[in-house]
Structures are given as C-alpha cells and as structure tokens.
C-alpha cells in the first residue's frame, strides 16, 4: 500500500493532532483524579468569581468612610453588619478585602500577559530562527536573569513611578525571560520531535511546521509558567506595595498594601492584618497548587 | 547514637542561652539584670527611641527635633525656658537687661562654668559663638544651614544673597569675663526668647576650631560637613558628654562630671534610632528602650493599659491643609471657602486624634497672646460648598492633592489616615481629587516650598513663645508654598515683629489672623498635644511645649 | 575540570557587560532623564545644568557609558541623595551584615530543607510527608514581610524571646567590629557575650528569610529523592541485597544532589530580593534596607548601585554552584 505525498502528509500532520489531543484529553483525566488540582482549581474560580462579582458580592462601598465609628487604634471588630470589622477609616473591611481580589486578579493577569506575549514573541523568534536571533534573544534574558527578579521589579517600579500601571509593568518585565527561554526549549524539542522531522522530510514549509505544530504543541509548559506567574506576580505586588510602590491613592484597597498598612495597628487589631494576609495567601496557593498540578498531568515522562 | 544525643543537649544548651538571655528583657518593668547581656537599659543606662540620627551635632546647622534633643543634652544656652512653659529663665546667664532702645542687652554670665574639653565658659566664648555665625559665609548661609539665625536674625556679616535682608545683630563685647554685650541693629521681640533655641547653644571656642566646624562644603541643598565636629566631636557645657556617635546605629553620652548644677542621675543616656513608629512601640514593649516621643495616638491606651506613663506636651502646633493661592482653580476664593466647608474636621480629629486635641479655627494655638477669638469660621456644610463650587464659575473642579509619605509629625500622626478623609469629604462636595504623593523629605517639602503643591498636608510645631513664630514665619514674607499673600497682611505681620509694646502687638496680630482666615491660604485643623511615652520606672521628664526637655533631671524610681 | 572552570569564568564576562548596560540605561530612562534621578523632580534649573556638566550628560550616549564603566570599576557609584555618603562606602558598611543574614538563612534553609524532604520522600503519604508538603505550600504563598511581622510579633513582643530589631542591643556601643560580622567579631574581640547578642538579633530576620528557599529546597529535595528512589540502579541494588543505608549513601543522596544544588543556587536571588523586605521589618542594617530606604526616597544612585552589586553577588553565587555541578556529577564537565 502506498501513499502519495499529500497523503502522508496529511498523516503525520493528524497524528501530531491527535497525539496532541490525547495529551490534553489524559491530562484532563489525571488532573480530574489530582486532589492538588481540584483544591487548586477551587480556589482560583473562587478567587476569580470573587474579584469579576466583587460589585454584587460587597455589602459596601469600599471607600466608603464612617468616621463617627472609629476612635484612634479602636475600630469596631467583626459584628452581624460587618463580617470582618472596620477598617482605620470606619471602612467595612470585607467590602475591601472583596475588591482587593479585584486588583491582584488584575495586576496578576496584565502583568503575566506583559511577561507571557512579549516572551512568547522572543522565544519563538529565537527558536523559529535560530542562529544569532537566538544568541541575542537569549543572552538578554540570561543578563535579565542575572537580576533576582524581585529586585528588578522593584528597580523598574522605582523608575516608572508610583501607580498600578509600572507595578504591572515591572512584574511583567520581569516574567518576559522566563517564557522566552521556556518556549524556546520546548519548540527546540519539538523541531526534532518524529512527527517534525517527518513533516520536513515529506516536504512541508518550516514555517508552516512551526506555526501549525511546533509552536501549539510547545504551548504545554506555558501554560503551566503562566499559571505559577500568577502566584508569584500576587506575592511580588504585595511586596512592592510594602516598599511603597503601588498606586499613589491610598484609599484603593490593594491587599498588599492594606497589610503593610496594618503594622501600624498589629498589637491592638490584629484581625486586620489577618484577612489581607489570608486573601494573599489563598489565591497564591490556588494558583500554585493549579500550576503544580498542570505541570504533573502535562508531563509527558510521568505518562507511563 | 549516644554521641548524638550529646550534641543534641548542647544545641538546646545553646537555644536556651539565647532565649534565656533575652527573657530577661522580656518584662520591662525591672530594667537592672546588667548581668544578661541583653539590650536593656536600667540602673546607670537609659536608652531612649529617636525617630532618627541627629543631623549634626553642631548645633548652629540644625534645625530638626532630633539634633535639638542631643543638642539640648550636650549644650546650654544664655537663657531657656522655665521647665513645661515658654517663659523665659536663665541658663548659662543669671542676669539680662536692655537699654531703653532695646538695641544693647547686657548678659552678666554665669561663674565657674567650664566646657567638656576643660576650656573656661565666659564671656570670650560668648562673644566668640554670636561672631561665627554672624560671619557665616557660602553655603553655611544657605536657609536650610543655618536656619534659626536667619529666622532671628535675618542676615549675615556679608550676606552673599543680595535679597537677604540686614542683620539684626550688629557685635558682641566681653566687657569682662562674666559680661557680654549684645548689639543690635533694631528692636525685636523675638530676640529673647529666640536666644532658648538649642541652635544658639554656646559650644567650646578650642573645640570648634581644633576640630573644623566652620568647614562646610558641598552645596545648599547638600551641604557636606568636612571638619570632625559635630559628627565625632561635640563640646558644650551641658550635663552631658558626648561619648560616641554612629549614625543609624546609636547616640551614647555620658554624664559630664564637672557639671556645674546638680549632677545627673543616669550615668549613661543612650539616642537610638528607630524611624519606623510602629517598631517604636515594639522596643518599648520589648524593653530594648526606655521610651520614646511621638507616640501614635492609637496606641495610648494599650500603653497606658500595659502600665507605661504617657506624658502629653501642650499643645503649640497646628496642623492645616495648605492652598496655594496662585494656582487655579484655587486662585478662586470661592473655591478655597467651598474646599473649608467641605472638609469635616470635627470628625476626622475624632477620629484620628486623641481626647484633648481641638479643631483649629486658625493658624495659631489658643494658648498664644494674638489668638482672635472672632475670626471668619467655615463650618463642615456640603451643600454650602456645592453652592460655593456653582458660584465660583469653575465647572468640575479638578485639584491635586499632596500628601507625605514615611513620615508622621506631631500634627499629623497618620498622613496617610488624614488625606484619605479629606479626600473622601472633598469628592462628596463635587470636587475631583488627584492624589500626588512624595516622601517628606525632601521630595515632598520641596514640592510644597517650590509651590508646585496645589493643596497640601502640612503643619507646624512652635519653637518659641511668639505669634511671629507662627503667621509670622508663615505669611510675613512671600512664600510659593501660599501663592500670593497680600501686603496688608504682610505689613501687619512686619509691624508685630519690631513692635515692643505687648498690648499693641496683640491687637496687631489679632487683625492679621482675621485678615488670614478672611484670605483663607489654607484650612487649619487641629491643635494637638503630642506625648512622649516611658518605662513605668522612668520620673523627672518634664514635657515642655517647645519641647527643651532634659534628661539630666531624669531617673529611675528603683 | 580547571578548564570547566575556566570556560565558565569567561561566560561570565558578557553577563557582566550585559548587567552593566541594563543598570547604565536604569537611571537614563528615568522620565526627565538622571536630572530628576539625582536633584528630584523640583531642582533649580542652576543645579540641573551643574549636574549635567559634571556627568557629562551632553556627551555622547556611548562615551557617558564608558564613563560611567570606569567609575564603577573605580569603585565610585556616586553619592547617596539621602545620606550624602559615598554610595560604595555606605554598601560597604552594610553588605557584612547582609551576608550575614543570607548565610545564615541558607544554612537553616538548607539544614532544615534536605532532611525534612528526605524523610517525607522516604515515608512517602506518612504525616510527616504530609506535614511537610502543606507546611512547604504555605511557605511558598505567604509573603515575606507578613512572616516577619509575625514572627515579630510573637517572639520577640509577646514572648520577648528575641530583640525585636537591629543587628546589636544599644549597651553593646562599647563592642568593636573589626570585620563587620558581628557574629565573628564578637569570638575574634573575645567577648562571647557580644557574640550571643549578634546571634540573636540574626534569628528572626534570618527564619523569616529562610521560609522561601526552605519551602523550596524541602519540595526539590523530596521529589528528587522519590524520582531517584525509583530508578533502575537503585531498584538493582536493593535487589543486590545491599543495605538501605549504603544505598542511600551511594546512589540516592549523591544523584539527588545535583537538582537540590541548583535550587539552592537559585534561592540566593529570593534571598537577596527577600533581604529587601525582612530586613525592613526587623530594621536590620543590611544592604536590603538600605535599598529600601532608597526606593522610599526614591535615591536613584543608591537603587542603581545597590541593584548592579546585589547582582553581581547572584551571578557569582550562581558560577559557584555551576562550579559546584562539575564536582558532583562528572558528565557536566565534557558538556
């Protein structure tokens, strides 16, 4: 039986497809049956549902002031018409702590978009192309990489200035390296995968061998990347918010700085600096814990 | 196995001699366990919380809180204030007279006097200290220098600045070793009390010279101290020494033996450095510190509660928002008087301030003579600053909105905590807030003196017993932090300052702070009387109003 | 190996131009140019063109970075805004004490990280597994500084355990530093109640530090052990009947080493951008707060310099652990 050109092919071409989709349909039962993934997965929609929902779910405004019921280091603790208390402010802290989801889940989302896009972009240049793109591409993200991250963030958010936008954008510079060399890697060990090399030998374009095979099937460790960026992007925003980078408006309520702000008031309302520190933590650990899990069920050495 | 168990009694040996060492520290009620090596002070040695390092130890260069508290320990002045008022008394001089053009003041000093390095205090060494800085040249005669002398006497032997005006001093004479004579070229009521600032300190002539305190370089907004005084030297008469200095570490000073009043209790006072006000109270709490100043409002009950002694300065400051007047839409009276009736200050000083602060109706303190009770008052009354805005003919009001950040002053506890009530109270009458936010210093003090601040946090402690002190300092000259201020106020202003006669300075300055709230270059807010808090253990410390206060009276009740 | 070493001592050459050009270019994208990053944004327009003159900022851009190369390598990085001090005198001072806290992180990162994940991987699903996982997750999502306060809190206000903050108690100003460790000056000066002092102002700062890296390594630790504990060779020696001592010695630990080294190496960076924070909240004279500070009072020289050398110190960290590699694992070397 023989095939001619076209049809082989063809073939190959839907055998990467299909080994694909497989990849992804036993992914999904294995991440279906991961404890770590249904807990992580949780949290995030939770996470997520709070912040898109944030307008319906508060009881409040969440700048709204009520002066006239706190005195100074006394503010009201949880109570039947605030859940979580007032805030220095006379602010219902639950109100905030639900809009604040609203900034991590945006600052988490643009940063790692900035990070994800322009990383991408580099790394399948410097994987489509090789050669001396590849040197420069990946000798900037080595220089990059040379800087701890938190550190270059906090050097680019210096810079810009204070507002959310150079948060997001320090936090996504400084992810760019990461997804360029990751999508490098992976595209570098799709080139030389059996149905790549078989698709060049029966003729097929590069370009079109890399677009329509080598970059989607390249995508797996991205998404996974993307997913832990987010946990570190919240815990980073936190930290520049602490050292004062951050938006200029004090009354936004921004979970990183609503817990630096509580230093001021550990020792007499401890519960204020609990339930930023709480949100904080959950919402890394949902991502986390997501991200762990994709990287398991998408690992094609522990597909045995 | 047998050997691991060994090393594991050490290890807890070890953990134990760490946690156990500290435990003492623990309690800070008993500060005597010397034995523990641990940081506590106690018995000979106070340690006391600094918001930060003074900026010099040369006293004529200073003018923040910091260096004037350290000053205030190594050096004595001619004359101070009686302990927790603002009357004057007498400090290194027992005796002082004007002549009846209030130009020649005869100081008769004190006897037996001499300063740390063994050189003789008399009437040489006054006469010395008054001609430096009369013959301040270069950047020494930059404003932030030498600020107290030119906020009492105005100028310099050369002023290098043509716009400077002429010195109010004009020559000292050692009469004899216990006489001075100080000249100067006109009347001036601040004169006297001027002289208790700690930045006319007299510190030793040999000292001065020996170690290169005239040696400043650099420029005016970044002066560099090149000579070692002020920085490894400091040499007065006062009860203490100085032992060693470390910038961000620690200000150690030990008690001066030949003192020439009453001995000092506490051997050994130590300056620690602790910016951050939260980590303030910590090491008081963790007895690393025996006390400290400014202490942030909400936390004087679980201080008081916890047994620690609040001592509360009067209050002699206000705390305002600053407009500039030159900048639209706030060039707009009606404006300005919408933003007065916009701000709720009873409530935010409720709620921010503690019991016993005020709502100020002006930029001055009841407590001082010139204080009108009947000045224009701008109630808290949204619908009337609405009504103002429609008036006013500016449509949507936009103003930018500064506020420090990593600071906290004696009239402003909580900057932060402020701006966003104003804020919030601005935005319910119709205005839209920009907030601009920049570190105190200097970024955000120099954006408020360039004028580049629109409307502004801001506030000011006094240091001497004078309205002049107060809206004189603010609004006799033109300053761009106010925009225009009109000459009328400015010339009542110019009166009050060279006008000796008591009753008609206070009508003086009685009209001129009508005429200010008439102007209204900014809201006044809150006076506050600002605490310092100590160890259950620590008496003697005795708060005073321009805060000369004086550790040498201090001591441990056990 | 010597050539290893050399080969990846060279690679470090345009690593370190590269950092040199990214920290050059810092400050001159400063909106309003090094002006505004030296005088702040509201200096007279006299003290803009004086700075402009002594930088030489109308040459240019080329010449200013050569410039600017040499007065790095002259050690000259200019003059704090805030402190009016050398910069490099100030990072001086203060990277002793930075040391300091890293290294002690680490050795407790590392102490405590590579046992608790070697025992969790060996009792695979027991509580101590566990245990260590759910303690190692939360250590990953907690912030750094929120630890710190906590920590704070707890040991050193409440139980008054520990100094709340700075590297030695105020009695101590009679103490000498001859090598700025405070630690180790307190044994050289021979004054062990010194030393004690030092120690326990490092605990807390140097645990909260630790809790990343801790996490991290005790995950790493695990997971290569489990991967390795499965691998033909170990399964051919346990059915070679040798005892589970000498396996672990000879094939687990060795061949699980090279990944734990790795991270190790890359937690110095956490350590260094977590020194920022921790030593902010326990007002620890480090490098990391002194940039704090910087970044507070928007200090460009200090952020620039303290930028390039915190660095520099990750990329030396990191040939060591490279360097590290060519020991533990043969194959390397020929790569």
Redesign the interface.
């Known amino acids: 039986m023989s095939l001619s050109g076209a049809e082989a092919q063809e073939t190959v071409l839907t055998q990467s497809e299909e080994a694909r989709g497989g990849l992804v349909r036993d992914a999904f039962r294995r991440l279906r049956r991961s404890p770590q993934a249904i807990v992580g997965a949780t949290l995030v929609l939770l996470f997520v549902l709070v912040a898109v929902f944030a307008p319906l779910l508060a009881p409040y405004s969440p ?3 009520d ?2 019921q ?5 503010f009201p603790g949880p109570s039947a018409e605030h859940l979580l208390g007032l805030d ?3 602010r219902d802290e639950l109100s905030r702590i639900i809009y604040g989801a609203r900034y991590s889940l945006i600052i988490g989302v643009v940063s790692v978009t900035i990070g994800a896009t322009v990383g991408m972009a580099l790394g399948l240049l410097a994987g489509a192309f090789g050669g001396w793109v590849d040197g420069l591409v990946m ?2 993200a ?3 990489l ?7 963030a ?2 680019i958010a ?2 810009l ?2 507002s959310i936008t150079s948060v997001m954008i320090a936090i996504g510079v400084v992810n760019i390296p990461v997804f360029a060399r990751l999508l490098r890697g992976a595209m570098l060990s799709q080139r030389e995968s059996d149905y790549a090399l078989a698709s060049r030998s029966l003729g097929v374009t590069k370009g079109r061998v890399v677009l329509k095979h080598v970059f989607p099937n390249s995508l797996a460790p991205v998404i996974v990347q993307a997913t832990l960026a987010l ?1 570190t992007a919240i ?1 980073e925003a ?2 520049l918010a ?4 951050g ?5 936004i309520p921004e979970w ?1 700085r609503m ?3 509580t ?6 309302e ?1 519960l204020l ?1 609990l339930w930023p ?1 709480l949100a ?3 919402s ?2 949902g991502f ?2 997501l991200g762990e899990a994709l990287r398991e069920a998408l690992d094609p050495k522990l597909r045995r | 196995m047998r050997n691991l168990r060994r090393q594991g009694v050490v290890a807890l040996g070890l953990a134990g001699l760490l946690v156990g060492t500290a435990a003492c520290g623990g309690d800070s009620g008993t500060n005597d366990d010397g034995a523990s090596g641990s940081d506590e002070g106690g018995g000979d040695t106070l340690v006391f919380g600094a918001s930060a390092d003074p900026v010099s130890l040369d006293p004529a260069y200073v003018s923040d809180g910091e260096s004037l508290r350290a000053a205030r320990q190594i050096y004595e002045t001619l004359v101070t204030t009686e302990a927790g008022g603002t009357d004057i008394v007498e400090g290194l001089a027992t005796k002082w007279e004007a002549d009846e053009a209030g130009t020649a003041w005869t100081f008769t000093l004190r006897d037996g006097v001499t300063f740390h390095d063994g050189t003789e205090f008399d009437a040489e060494a006054v006469c010395f200290n008054f001609d430096r800085w009369y013959n301040f040249e270069g950047v020494q005669q930059s404003p932030s220098v030498s600020y107290y002398w030119q906020t009492v006497f105005t100028g310099f032997a050369n002023n290098e600045d043509p716009e400077q005006g002429e010195s109010l001093y004009a020559s000292c004479e050692a009469t004899d070793a216990t006489t001075a004579v100080i000249n100067l070229t006109g009347p001036s009521a601040s004169f006297l009390p001027g002289l208790a600032l700690a930045a006319f300190s007299i510190a030793s002539p040999t000292a001065l010279e020996e170690f290169g305190a005239d040696e400043v370089t650099g420029t005016g907004e970044e002066p560099r101290f090149d000579g070692a005084y002020g920085l490894e030297e400091a040499v007065g008469t006062g009860p203490y020494t100085l032992e060693s200095f470390e910038p961000g570490n620690r200000l150690v000073m030990t008690a001066y033996e030949d003192y020439w009043g009453d001995a000092p209790a506490i051997e050994t006072i130590i300056f620690r450095p602790i910016a ?3 980590a303030r ?2 090491a008081l ?1 963790a007895g690393e510190i025996q006390g400290y100043d400014l202490v ?7 201080l008081e509660g916890a047994g620690y002694q609040l001592l509360s300065r009067p209050a002699f400051n206000v705390g305002y928002v600053g407009i500039n007047t030159a900048k639209p839409p706030l060039d707009n009276p009606q404006i300005r008087q919408a933003i007065a009736h916009a701000l ?1 200050r009873e ?2 000083v ?5 019991e016993g602060s005020e709502v100020a109706t002006q930029f001055m303190p009841p407590e001082l003579f010139g204080h009108a009770d009947d000045v224009t008052e701008y109630e808290y009354d949204v619908e009337k600053a609405k009504a103002l805005i429609a008036e006013s003919g500016v449509a949507n009001p936009t103003i930018e909105f500064w ?1 420090p ?2 600071v906290s002053r004696p009239y402003m ?2 900057p ?2 402020n ?3 104003f ?2 109270d601005l935005e319910a009458a119709g205005f839209t807030v920009t ?3 920049a570190p105190w210093n200097p970024d955000y003090l120099d954006a408020v003196n360039t004028g580049a601040a629109g409307l502004y946090l801001l506030g000011w402690t006094g240091d001497f017993g004078d309205p002049d002190n107060f809206i004189g300092t603010f609004f006799r000259t033109d300053q761009p932090s106010w925009g225009t201020i009109p000459q009328e106020i400015q010339d009542q202003l110019e009166a009050g300052r060279t006008e000796t006669d008591e009753a008609a300075r206070t009508a003086l300055y009685e009209d001129a702070n009508r005429a200010i709230m008439e102007q209204l270059p900014g809201v006044p807010y809150v006076h506050t009387s600002p605490r310092l808090v100590f160890a259950e253990n620590v008496v003697g410390y005795e708060p005073s109003p321009v805060s000369i206060e004086d550790f040498a009276r201090v001591s441990f009740s056990d | 190996m010597l050539r290893f070493a050399a080969r990846r001592v060279l690679l470090l050459v ?2 370190l131009i ?2 040199s050009i ?1 920290v050059f270019l ?2 001159r ?3 309003g140019g090094p002006e505004t990053a030296l005088l702040g944004e509201n200096a007279t327009p006299e003290r803009v063109a004086q700075v402009r003159e002594l930088y030489g900022l109308d040459r240019p851009v080329y010449e200013q970075y050569v410039s600017y190369v040499q007065s790095v390598l002259s050690l000259d990085f200019g003059t704090s805004i805030t402190t009016r001090q050398p910069v490099v005198e100030e990072i001086a001072r203060r990277f002793p004490g930075t040391v300091e806290l890293t290294v002690t992180a680490m050795i407790i990162a590392v102490a405590v990280g590579i046992p608790l994940g070697f025992v969790a991987a060996r009792r695979y699903g027991s509580w101590v597994d566990n245990l260590s996982t759910a303690g190692s ?2 250590g ?7 630890l710190g ?1 906590l920590l704070k ?1 707890f040991f050193a ?1 409440k139980l008054g355990w520990f100094p709340t903050q700075g590297r030695e108690g105020s009695l101590m100003f009679r103490n000498e530093h001859p090598t700025g460790f405070y630690v180790l000056d307190g044994i050289v000066t021979g004054n062990p109640e010194a030393a004690v002092d030092a120690l326990r102002h490092l605990i807390l700062p140097a645990l909260a530090l630790a809790t990343i890296p801790l996490a991290f390594i005790t995950r790493i630790t695990r997971a290569s052990v489990l991967e390795v504990t499965g691998e033909d060779y170990v399964r051919t020696a346990e059915a070679k009947g040798m005892t589970r001592s000498v396996i672990t010695r000879r094939h687990i630990l060795r061949n699980a080493m090279l990944p734990i080294v790795t991270v190790v190496g890359l937690q110095t ?2 350590l ?3 020194a ?2 921790t030593e ?1 909240v326990f007002a620890f004279d480090g490098i990391g707060r002194f ?2 500070q910087a ?2 009072a ?1 200090d ?1 020289p200090v ?1 620039q310099a303290g ?1 390039l050398f ?2 520099v110190i ?2 030396l960290v ?1 040939l060591l652990v490279d360097l590290s590699y060519g020991l533990l694992d043969p194959r390397v070397r020929t790569r």
Do not use: H, K, W
């Open positions: 700048t709204a002031q002066l006239s706190v005195r100074p280091g006394q220095q402010l006379g000798r900037a080595d220089i990059m040379a800087v701890p991250s938190l550190l270059l906090i050097g210096a810079l200035g204070r946990a815990t936190a930290g602490f050292l004062g980078l938006s200029p408006d004090p009354s990183g817990l630096a702000e230093n001021a008031y550990l020792a007499s401890p600096a520190g904080i933590v959950i890394v650990l986390y814990l | 951050d006000g939260p109270r910590q709490e942030d409002p909400a936390d004087y009950e679980a709720n409530a935010l409720q709620a921010q301030y503690p506020y950040t990593g506890p909580n932060e905590a701006f966003q009530a804020q919030a907030p601009q936010s | 345009p690593i590269g950092l990214l810092f400050v994208a400063l909106p997750l939360l990953i999502a907690i912030p750094v500084f929120a306060y809190y206000i960076g956490l260094l951008s977590g920022v924070l902010t940039l704090a970044v507070f928007r460009f952020i930028i915190l660095a990750f990329v990191n």
